[in-house]
């Protein structure tokens, strides 16, 4: 009677031991392997082309306030640090502050670019310049047709 | 569907050590057994064998026994997982300088979230409120993007705004902040245990020192069961001659409550000292400790079961376990005893009592607790009237979060796997609904001799841009959990369909403009088979000849009818498709006057892209999942599709905000103190069976419904009912104005109202947005007559 059950038992702890082990790896994967790490940020200084520079001193000309001016830059250090997840939660957070700005919806398209979902970049690309007014300073529309036009050219090799 | 990951009911670390000795303990017995009875092979007599072979039989099966026993302890409490109902949160609250939040508005939120109101506030959790300063200490949190720790913030408002965020600390202004997100409810089966799972480390000592002085002052000592405090319960039974008190451990508690087997007889007495004893072998003191905390049955909330401290916490105090007062625990553990009997809500002065004999009981096992013990003895109880968590709450948003998780996760594991979803909720958006609702409605009955009770309303709020549901209300009890009609009741939607008529004729083939003559006249619409309808205007009132827009200003159901004939009812169908509408009405004439049944919800989504410049998503309630651990499962991302031109949107947007300034909604200006710049639409239904308004700002958007269950006339048009309860709801919130200025492809212009001509530069004329590649083809005389040069001048001063 407490043979087999010991054999069970033995049985069931080198289970653990392997679960165990197995749950840790996956673990141990999952951190390093965050989709989208290593990828350039567009939006970053060191990109290819010339971008307009995104500074505190153009927060007045971009129409935003504080709040979502740190939440654009909290999402460029978790972009950088390769949690692209999480840089869409800020850009998502900096929306909701300031749902009509269009740098806010630019930015969230060159995220899902830099992701490659080139459909969803058009979209949101879309409502950015939507956004639009004749209200809008002729510095940010300028600013913004710069931003467009990166964004079209991105988007071209999947047209 | 998603992999979840399960959560164990004791760490798996403490069956590995001791749960691997086990084998070796039983086989070591078993070998005892088996050379005993080498050695009884030669009997000196009959008996002396017989009876050795009775002890080595009764010493097979007592070990047998304990050993299917310990197979019991082991699968009951490391191989099942607890069962941890899906937990709800609202949105987060965000505070930065300009928020459009008043410092009642923090202090209410604050509340929700459970802070306490002090004089200085010293730890999480805490706040005070003077005049146009709120002083808090906010509660760390784990979000998607990151942690938020705990932090002290001063924030100083400016009328109804934030004006800065002080950090004392770092002894300067912050430009942002995020409270932690308030628990709103929980998804368990329909009869069920609720709990919120605690790590030991997160209770608080005195919590650990009350339940041990309380219920096993030997707890440490002990192996699982105490033979003095048994002697003490038999002498004590043997006296009241019958099992009246148990010297149950802490561990036999948790053993009894694993076997849901309440029973006093001697048997199970037995096995569940067996089972104690083989608990405390292989798990530690402090794992027992933790499951004991976490098991724990501690009140009855409907069908729902109150489970575990952590739970209990929210559920009596509304404060998260870590946050509990001394003389709070002391009541949760006094509550352990009989927590229907010890009920603080039903008997408060039974539960205090008790309350402070566990008290006592603290500082007569320990000195250093008595001076706190003093103080905490003249505390009222303190326990909230009623429970904020739960879903009897808020069932009918906590409804609409359930119907969203049905397309990604299965019923089961949202009611066991802990999962932590975070929604859109917005605690005081709902708040100003429900109060609307119970005020606004009582009174249209008592205004015009309705009987009392009759009406019945819905509504659904949510964000523009964003497409987040805010608040819903499912009928005029919002704790009932029954019908909910903002899901679940369709009705006809009446006018509030022409916005989608008129959006049709600007966008088609036909070249209409807002400024287009229609006809406002008796129409006769030929039907198959002969027959005939003749839909006529509200009050049998005609217009005659007028530009397009005064059909949404003065809501006219025969030039509705008359524009959507010429376009055709299938371009209002794919307009409405094209809008989000998930149905494929057919295009019957009667649909141009809303003979198209839909729920508050479904109206909400199809107004959410007018209100977003044309940009549709549709409407959610949720905005990530996790699991029991925190980690991320997943995001429903933000992503939107043009519905409708965007200056087809601005257009509509315009001629929305006429209805409001001079239209059926004016009087949304006494309803409301600030009504510029605001859109809507009202819909009355045939004999005033149903009464309804949809209407947004720039930031949000509001469908509500009033009518009656019984689809009797409940006698109220949308601007007597509906549009009350939504002004009384918007005005208690941050409704923003629609912002000024047109978007590209669109612009002003002076049109003759009387004949829809261009008449820029003119006199009596009136200003109405074109799209720029579609402006009236005619122009008034007077415009020829003046010079190009003046007519620019003109229009750089009105632009």
């Known amino acids: 009677m407490s043979k087999p059950l010991s054999v069970f038992s033995f049985r069931l702890v080198a289970l653990w031991l392997l679960a165990l082990l197995l749950s840790g790896c996956a673990t141990f994967g999952g951190a390093g392997g965050q989709q989208g790490a290593g990828k350039t940020n567009p939006w970053a200084s060191q990109a290819p082309y010339e971008w307009p520079p995104y500074q505190q001193s153009d927060a007045s000309d971009l129409a935003l306030g504080p709040a979502p001016q740190a939440l654009l830059a909290e999402a460029d250090a978790h972009y950088e640090a390769g949690r692209v997840s999480a840089s869409a939660a800020s850009l998502e957070r900096a929306l909701r502050l300031a749902p009509r700005s269009p740098v806010v919806w630019y930015r969230l398209a060159g995220l899902r670019a830099s992701q490659g979902d080139l459909a969803a970049a058009n979209r949101l690309a879309e409502k950015a310049s939507s956004l639009v007014t004749t209200e809008t300073s002729p510095r940010i529309r300028q600013w913004l047709s710069w931003l467009d036009d990166w964004l079209i050219s991105q988007l071209r090799p999947a047209a | 569907m998603q992999a979840i990951k399960p959560v164990p009911l004791l760490e798996w670390r403490g069956i590995f050590h001791r749960a691997a000795l086990l084998p070796f303990m039983v086989q070591k017995k078993a070998s005892r057994a088996s050379s005993k009875r080498k050695s009884k092979a030669k009997p000196k007599s009959k008996l002396w064998w017989l009876l050795s072979q009775v002890t080595v039989l009764a010493a097979v099966v007592a070990v047998g026994w304990v050993v299917w026993l310990d197979i019991q302890v082991l699968r009951e409490f490391s191989g099942k997982k607890w069962s941890v109902p899906a937990r709800v949160y609202a949105r987060p609250m965000e505070l930065y300088p300009g928020a459009a939040i008043s410092p009642d508005m923090l202090a209410r939120e604050l509340l929700v979230l459970g802070y306490r109101e002090v004089k200085t506030p010293s730890r999480a959790g805490q706040f005070k409120k003077s005049g146009s300063q709120v002083h808090l200490i906010s509660r760390p949190f784990r979000f998607w993007d990151g942690d938020e720790s705990a932090r002290e913030l001063n924030v100083r408002f400016d009328g109804d705004r934030i004006a800065a965020l002080f950090d004392p600390a770092s002894r300067s202004n912050t430009s942002l902040a995020r409270l932690d997100p308030a628990l709103i409810g929980s998804i368990y089966p329909s009869h069920g245990e609720d709990r919120i799972l605690v790590r030991l480390d997160q209770v608080p000592e005195a919590l650990v020192s009350a339940l041990i002085a309380t219920e096993d002052r030997r707890f440490y000592d002990h192996w699982g069961v105490d033979p003095k405090s048994i002697g003490r319960a038999l002498v004590a039974n043997v006296r009241a001659g019958g099992v009246a ?125 008595a001076e706190e013990v003093e103080s905490a003895k003249s505390q009222p109880l303190d326990i909230v009237e009623r429970s904020v968590i739960g879903t009897s709450r808020h069932p009918a948003f906590i409804q609409l979060v359930r119907q969203q998780l049905q397309r990604d996760y299965r019923s089961q594991d949202l009611e066991s796997e802990g999962l932590r979803i975070y929604t859109t909720f917005d605690p005081l958006v709902q708040r100003a609904a429900e109060q609307a609702v119970r005020e606004r409605l009582t009174q249209l009955e008592q205004e015009r001799n309705l009987a009392i009770g009759s009406l019945q309303t819905a509504g659904v709020f949510a964000t523009t841009e964003t497409a987040e549901v805010l608040a819903v209300v499912g009928g005029r009890d919002p704790r009932a959990s029954g019908f909910n009609r903002a899901l679940m009741a369709k009705r006809p939607i009446g006018s509030l369909v022409k916005p989608a008529v008129v959006a049709a004729a600007l966008a088609g083939p036909e070249g209409y403009t807002l400024a287009s003559l229609v006809n406002d006249e008796p129409v006769t619409v030929p039907l198959p088979g002969g027959r005939e309808w003749q839909p006529k205007n509200y009050g049998e009132r005609y217009w005659g000849k007028v530009p397009a827009y005064e059909i949404l200003v003065h809501s006219l159901n025969a030039a509705t009818v008359d524009l959507g004939m010429t376009i055709g009812v299938p371009a209002v169908v794919a307009q409405l498709r094209q809008l989000g509408l998930s149905e494929d009405p057919e295009p019957f004439p009667s649909l141009l006057l809303g003979a198209l049944e839909l729920s508050p919800l479904q109206v909400a989504g199809l107004y959410q892209p007018l209100a977003a410049g044309g940009y549709q998503r549709p409407l959610s309630a949720i905005r990530e999942v996790r699991d029991a651990v925190g980690a991320p499962l997943q995001r429903y991302p933000l992503d939107v599709k043009q519905a409708m031109a965007t200056p087809v949107a601005a257009l509509l947007n315009w001629n929305m905000q006429q209805t409001v300034e001079r239209g059926t909604a004016r009087a949304l200006s006494w309803l409301m103190p600030e009504s510029a710049g605001l859109a809507g639409k009202t819909g009355t239904t045939n004999d005033l069976r149903d009464s309804w308004f949809a209407g947004f700002g720039s930031n949000m958007l509001g469908v509500v419904w009033v009518g009656r269950d019984d689809n009797e006339p409940a006698g109220l048009t949308g601007a007597s009912g509906a549009m009350r309860v939504w002004a009384d709801t918007m005005k208690s919130v941050a409704l923003e104005p629609i912002v000024t200025g047109l978007p590209n492809g669109a612009e002003w212009h002076a049109i003759k109202p009387e004949t829809g001509a261009l008449a820029d530069g003119c006199a009596d004329t009136t200003r109405v947005p074109f799209m720029s590649n579609r402006l009236p083809l005619e122009q008034d005389a007077c415009m020829q007559k003046d010079a190009p040069g003046f007519l620019k001048k003109i229009f750089n001063w009105l632009e």
Do not use: C
Not at chain 2, 246 to 253: A, F
Not at chain 2, 300 to 325: M, V
């Open chain 2, 245 to 369: 008190q148990g010297g149950s451990t802490i561990t036999q508690q948790l053993v009894k409550n694993f076997f849901l087997d309440s029973r006093r007889t001697l048997v199970r007495k037995a096995n569940e000292a067996i089972m104690s004893l083989l608990l405390e072998l292989h798990f530690s003191k402090e794992e027992i400790l933790e499951a004991y905390l976490n098991e724990i049955y501690l009140g009855q909330d409907g069908a729902r079961s109150i489970h575990g401290f952590g739970l209990a916490a929210w559920y009596w105090f509304q404060t998260p376990l870590e946050e509990l007062a001394l003389h709070e625990i002391a009541l949760l553990v006094g509550m352990v005893k009989g927590p229907s009997y010890y009920n603080p809500r039903r008997a408060p002065e039974r539960a205090l009592k008790r309350r402070n004999l566990v008290l006592q009981l603290m500082a007569d096992g320990s000195p250093a607790w």
